[in-house]
C-alpha cells in the first residue's frame, strides 16, 4: 500500500505570492493533519481535519487554510507569503481524528520544502 | 496548553553503544508516539504507545501515564541510527492540538 504522498517536493516562491500544498492520506485513512517544521525545531502543529471538517488548529494566522475532499485527500493553502514560511511542510495521515484512543496513530509523509524569496 | 520537553538535547554515541532518551509532558495525555526524523526529513513512525512497554528490534519503549514521561531505549547503536528522536502528544482538553516534544539529536559514530 501507498504511504502518504505530498506534491510538490520542493517549491520556491517570491514573498506576497500564495502557495496550495497537496497531501493523499494513507487509503482507508479519514484523518489529514498539516505541520510546518522550520529549520533546525521540531513541527508545529497547523491543522487537523476529519471526515472534511476541520477538528483541530495550532497557532497559526488567518493565512493559513485548508480543506479536506470527499476522498479524503487534503490543500494547504497559504496567502501573502512571508519569508518566514520558508519551511518544511509535513502531511500526516490516521485512521481516525482527535480525542480518539485507538486508530489514531499519525503516518508522515516526504514533506514539500516550500522556500520564500 | 500541554508543555513536553526531552532530553538530552544532543547526544553523540561510539556505534554499537546503548541509549537512553526521555520524554516528559506537563499534563495527561492518551496517546503518546515516538518518531526517528532521518536526515532528508522523513519522518518515520517509531512507537505508538500511550502506555506500557513495546519492544521492536533494537528499540524498545516505555510510557508511564501515570508520572507522565516516556522513555525510548536504543541499543547497540548503529551509525544509521543517527538523526532527530521526537515524541509528540495530543492535547486531551480545549481546542486539539498535537504537540511534539524538543528533540534529542543524535549522532552514532563508526
Known amino acids: 500500500d501507498a504511504g502518504v504522498t505530498q506534491s510538490p517536493t520542493h517549491l520556491i516562491k517570491t514573498r506576497g505570492q500564495h502557495v496550495t500544498l497537496r497531501c493523499s492520506p494513507i487509503?482507508?485513512?479519514?484523518?489529514v493533519s498539516w505541520y510546518q517544521q522550520v529549520l533546525g525545531q521540531g513541527p508545529q502543529f497547523i491543522f487537523q481535519?476529519?471526515?472534511?471538517?476541520?477538528?483541530g488548529r495550532g497557532n497559526f494566522p488567518d493565512r493559513f487554510s485548508a480543506r479536506q475532499f470527499p476522498n479524503y485527500s487534503s490543500e494547504l493553502n497559504v496567502n501573502a507569503l512571508l519569508l518566514g514560511d520558508s519551511a518544511l511542510y509535513l502531511c500526516?495521515?490516521?485512521?481516525?481524528?482527535?480525542f480518539g484512543t485507538g486508530l489514531s496513530e499519525q503516518y508522515f509523509g516526504p514533506g514539500t520544502r516550500l522556500t520564500v524569496t | 496548553g500541554i508543555q513536553v520537553e526531552q532530553s538530552p538535547p544532543d547526544l553523540i554515541l561510539q556505534e554499537g553503544a546503548n541509549s537512553t532518551l526521555r520524554c516528559n509532558f506537563s499534563?495527561?495525555?492518551?496517546?503518546l508516539q515516538w518518531f526517528h526524523q532521518n536526515p532528508w526529513g522523513q519522518l518515520i513512525n517509531l512507537f505508538y504507545?500511550?502506555?506500557g512497554t513495546k519492544q521492536n528490534g533494537r528499540l524498545s519503549a516505555t510510557t508511564v501515564a501515570t508520572e507522565r514521561y516516556s522513555l525510548l531505549y536504543i541499543s547497540s547503536s548503529q551509525t544509521t541510527d543517527s538523526g532527530v528522536y521526537f515524541c509528540?502528544?495530543?492535547?486531551?482538553?480545549?481546542?486539539?492540538?498535537?504537540?511534539f516534544g524538543t528533540g534529542t539529536r543524535l549522532k552514532v559514530l563508526a
Open positions: 504507545i500511550p502506555s
Open positions: 481535519y476529519y471526515e472534511k471538517e476541520e477538528r
Open positions: 499534563d495527561s495525555v492518551n496517546n
Open positions: 487509503s482507508g485513512h479519514k484523518s
Open positions: 500526516a495521515s490516521s485512521f481516525n481524528g482527535p
Open positions: 509528540a502528544v495530543p492535547t486531551t482538553s480545549g481546542t486539539y492540538k498535537y504537540i
